[in-house]
């Protein structure tokens, strides 16, 4: 019975595990092959598709058990009642390895965004600096201590505040997309979905209509503790305005990048 859902945690673990395919816009400007990024995601996504769906569907037609048996660790459960306790040890190796790779890709494009930021002068510049491989290091050591500081959160809380500040900044982009879409549209661009403006507009309405829902079901708490980093975001950009933070990007200047080249190498490439 759908009455019997908890809506709440059922839609927010369901997006949070398949959101974040926006963060290759941070690492695309080190991609040497730009035309690879549109392929690579849509292999990215079928992975994951096929990642979930498979161990789902065997899980369901290998065993019997009530729906409230599903919790943390049941697929490994599954797999060792059905063919052996190899393969729920596998299963566990794998989870691991699956973790691991996903906080390296999380950690790496916040710290690219960071870059970014103190690239146009809207953070100190620290955050700017590079490592003799290209990495910016600052921005990982910040993320390391946030992700650190924040493993001791209820992990639903966690969950339900990070689809929070993500949703807003989904529909900050989409915004985004559709104002440079006007206002830019004869801008090169490395990519550019097949559509008309208008199309666009429809394309996106589904997706900010999901994204509303999910903010409507958010926790008083989530709603203090995001309006406190908005707040925090807003002294930030006034303290840039103030020129605290530096000039960032001279866009009056020879010597550093135009408009077009700023958004060609950007997180709005495929706009």
Sequence with gaps: SFMGVYWRPFLNNLFWNLNS???????????????????????GFLLVYVGYLVPVIVAIGTTSSAQAI???????????????????????????????????????????LLLGMAERGIVPSIFARRSKHGTPTYGILLGMTVIIALSTTNFSDLVEMLNFNYSIALLIEYAAFVKLRVSKPDVDRPFRIPLSTCGC??????????ITFILLLAS???YVISFAGAVFGLILY???????????????SSKGPTDEKILQNSGVQML
Aim: charged residues 15%; proline residues 4%.
């Design 220 to 222: 008083w708490k989530t």
């Design 201 to 210: 507009i429809c394309l996106i309405i589904p997706p900010m209509a999901l």
């Design 238 to 252: 006034v303290a840039q305005m103030g020129g605290l933070f530096g000039d960032g990007i001279d866009r009056n």
């Design 21 to 43: 395919f926006d963060a290759i816009s941070s690492l695309t400007g080190d991609v040497a092959h730009e035309k690879v990024v549109p392929r690579a995601m849509l292999l």
């Design 70 to 112: 599903w919790e943390e660790g049941y697929l490994v459960n599954a797999a060792s009642d059905a063919i052996g306790p190899w393969l729920g040890g596998w299963i566990v190796f794998a989870s691991g390895i699956s973790n691991i790779a996903m906080f390296q890709a999380e950690m790496s494009s916040d710290a690219f």
